[in-house]
T-cell receptor, first 110, second 116 residues
Framework: QQPVQSPQAVILREGEDAVINCSSS?????VHWYRQKHGEAPVFLMI?????EQKGHEKISASFNEKKQQSSLYLTASQLSYSGTYFC???????????FGAGTRLTVKP | GAGVSQSPRYKVAKRGQDVALRCDPI?????LFWYQQALGQGPEFLTY????????KSGLPSDRFFAERPEGSVSTLKIQRTQQEDSAVYLC??????????????FGPGTRLLVL
């Protein structure tokens, strides 16, 4: 029931764009995105609750395709501070059944 | 601070030793979650509390793992007779309500457990 993330890792130059995908084999009711820097707690980025919903947070945005049971996180004009590991968490019907993907390690270089 | 706190931040245990990990959730948060995060992996669900009730413990890997939240606030994760495979970061998260919708989970900094 763990969602699958791709790619596993990506290296960018400052200013480049990236897309991180998250897909699930079960019906999804919500998708949560987190970023975790080394040795720190995962930090909440955004939650998508409805199929077709898109959200933005500065230059980081996400979409949720309920039918395809997948979500994508878009990072545009990446900054050095975007480096970290990005996790998607997916939920079914119950608030307490969130499961996380294995993560996508993003490295932004000058 | 107003965030989730965990203690200790680091714990080194000898194989066979018992350990207790503490989580202080955000004040007023009803739901509390424990996760285990192995190196290079995502958080894996261990158990979930709503107030003092442990509603889901399906992720606990063995009967050596035990969690409690007796007064509906602070929670303790106990691992008995630790094994090397228990080495991981143990994350605690809390959220505001219980089953009312899809809520943000706020994570603590984690306890890094190393079993020698």
């Amino acid at each position: 029931q763990q969602p699958v993330q791709s790619p596993q890792a990506v290296i960018l130059r400052e200013g480049e764009d990236a897309v991180i995908n998250c897909s699930s084999s079960k019906a999804l009711y919500s998708v949560h995105w987190y970023r975790q820097k080394h040795g720190e707690a995962p930090v909440f980025l955004m939650i998508l609750l409805k199929g077709g919903e898109q959200k933005g947070h500065e230059k980081i945005s996400a979409s949720f395709n309920e039918k395809k049971q997948q979500s994508s996180l878009y990072l545009t004009a990446s900054q050095l501070s975007y480096s970290g590991t990005y996790f998607c968490g997916t939920e079914g019907k119950n608030n307490n059944d969130m499961r996380f993907g294995a993560g996508t390690r993003l490295t932004v270089k000058p | 601070g107003a965030g989730v706190s965990q203690s200790p931040r680091y714990k080194v245990a000898k194989r066979g030793q018992d350990v207790a990990l503490r989580c202080d959730p955000i004040s007023g948060h009803v739901s509390l979650f424990w996760y285990q995060q192995a190196l290079g992996q995502g958080p894996e669900f261990l158990t979930y509390f709503q107030n003092e009730a442990q509603l889901d413990k399906s992720g606990l890997p063995s009967d050596r793992f035990f969690a409690e939240r007796p007064e509906g606030s602070v929670s303790t994760l106990k691992i008995q007779r630790t094994q090397q495979e228990d080495s991981a970061v143990y994350l605690c998260a809390s959220s505001l309500g219980g089953g009312q919708g899809y809520e943000t989970q706020y994570f603590g900094p984690g306890t890094r457990l190393l079993v020698l």
